[in-house]
Each structure stands twice: as structure tokens, then as C-alpha cells.
């Protein structure tokens, strides 16, 4: 069985910081998707950034970038200039050709003034 | 409508109510899901539907009764429910169950309360 690691329960950062979440994962297979999705306070859960494994180009969505390294099986979201609009719960995701997805236990960000 | 709607947005049930959540997906998806999002807790995937039939049922009890009548509808009828119950319940739906369409789309959750 996959299983999705999210070491960080809670993480804070200044407005127009950069932060990096990190999220791990656990797998036997070669080929599989990886997401994060973020969940505003009181808000939908939205799709921020997705990766398939066979692509060696990290995914990049303006602000948001993700550290892909398939070797060590990790996953971390890096979001440059923090804005207050961040301040989120994130979850990591990972998903394979024949199952639904898999999501880590969240991160709790905080955007300060 | 687009996307996936949840209906209602807030219930407030007593332990002896019998109530039901509705789900709707406007996507043409063919898997839904139903997770359940308490306070300070994980996502907890409750029950996985894929072309209206079951395929998931994460020992869920059974005061939760799922029911699929269609590929765009999904609900979950609750009874008997307990105060450690309420939380917000989420639903959403891909594309197919796995594969590059696996991607989830959410709705914006029920937040049950049980007294």
C-alpha cells in the first residue's frame, strides 16, 4: 500500500517569504501522480500543482513549484512571495495508474503580515 | 452549476434524526467519493463509488449508508449518528478511479453538527 508523509503539522512564514512544504511518500511502483491541494480557511479544496513521475521537469504554476526527486521519493511544494491569500491547510497527494488517490495528513500554513 | 455541489452546506441533527447529504458533479466524472475532514485530523476516505458501484467502504459504520443512483449523483443518508460524528463531510469526483485523470475535484463540504 502507498503511503503519503507530511512531517510538518503546522508551518508559518512573513508575507513575500518563500516556504517549502515537504511531503514524502512510499511506493513500489514506477509510474504514478503526484499533487497538492490547497484548502483555505472555510473555503473548497482546490488543485494547486500536479507532476507525473516520468517527467524530470519539476511542475511549475506561477508562484508555486514543486522539488521532485524520484530517488528519495519526495515531494515538496516551494511557494515564493508568500501572500496572505496562502494561508491554507495543504495536502500532498499521490495517485497510480490503477487507484484512487492517496493523501498525507496536511500542512497547516500560515501567512503572517 | 458547475463543478461539484453539496447540498446542504450546514446540518444540524439530535442523535435520533435521520438526515441525508446530497452530492452532485457537473463534470461528467465516473468515481465519487465521500471523506469525512474532523478538526486537527487527516482526510478519512470514507466510501469510493466508480461507474455507480461501490468500491471502497474504508469500515465506515453503519449509521453511514452511501447510495449512487448515478454516476452524477451521490449521497450519504446518516441515522442514528453520535456526537463524535459531526464534522465538515466532503465529497468529490474524478475522472476514472486511477490514471492521469485521477485528479479529485471537491465540493464545498457539509458541516454536520450532531447534539
Known amino acids: 500500500a502507498q503511503t503519503v508523509t507530511q512531517s510538518q503539522p503546522e508551518m508559518s512564514v512573513q508575507e513575500a517569504e518563500t516556504v517549502t512544504l515537504s511531503c514524502t511518500y512510499d511506493t513500489s511502483e514506477n509510474n504514478y501522480y503526484l499533487f497538492w491541494y490547497k484548502q483555505p480557511p472555510s473555503r473548497q479544496m482546490i488543485l494547486v500543482i500536479r507532476q507525473e513521475a516520468y517527467k524530470q521537469q519539476n511542475a511549475t504554476e506561477n508562484r508555486f513549484s514543486v522539488n521532485f526527486q524520484k530517488a528519495a521519493k519526495s515531494f515538496s511544494l516551494k511557494i515564493s512571495d508568500s501572500q496572505l491569500g496562502d494561508t491554507a491547510m495543504y495536502f500532498c497527494a499521490f495517485g497510480t495508474s490503477g487507484s484512487r488517490l492517496t493523501f498525507g495528513e496536511g500542512t497547516q500554513l500560515t501567512v503572517n503580515p | 452549476e458547475t463543478g461539484v455541489t453539496q447540498t446542504p452546506r450546514h446540518l444540524v441533527m439530535g442523535m435520533t434524526n435521520k438526515k441525508s447529504l446530497k452530492c452532485e458533479q457537473h463534470l461528467g466524472h465516473n468515481a465519487m467519493y465521500w471523506y469525512k475532514q474532523s478538526a486537527k485530523k487527516p482526510l478519512e476516505l470514507m466510501f469510493v463509488y466508480n461507474f455507480k458501484e461501490q468500491t471502497e467502504n474504508n469500515s465506515v459504520p453503519s449509521r453511514f449508508s452511501p447510495e449512487c443512483p448515478n454516476s452524477s449523483h451521490l449521497f450519504l443518508h446518516l441515522h442514528t449518528l453520535q456526537p463524535e460524528d459531526s464534522a465538515l463531510y466532503l465529497c468529490?469526483?474524478?475522472?476514472?478511479?486511477?490514471?492521469?485523470?485521477?485528479?479529485?475535484?471537491f465540493g464545498p463540504g457539509t458541516r454536520l453538527t450532531v447534539l
Open positions: 468529490a469526483s474524478s475522472q476514472d478511479l486511477g490514471g492521469v485523470n485521477n485528479e479529485q475535484f
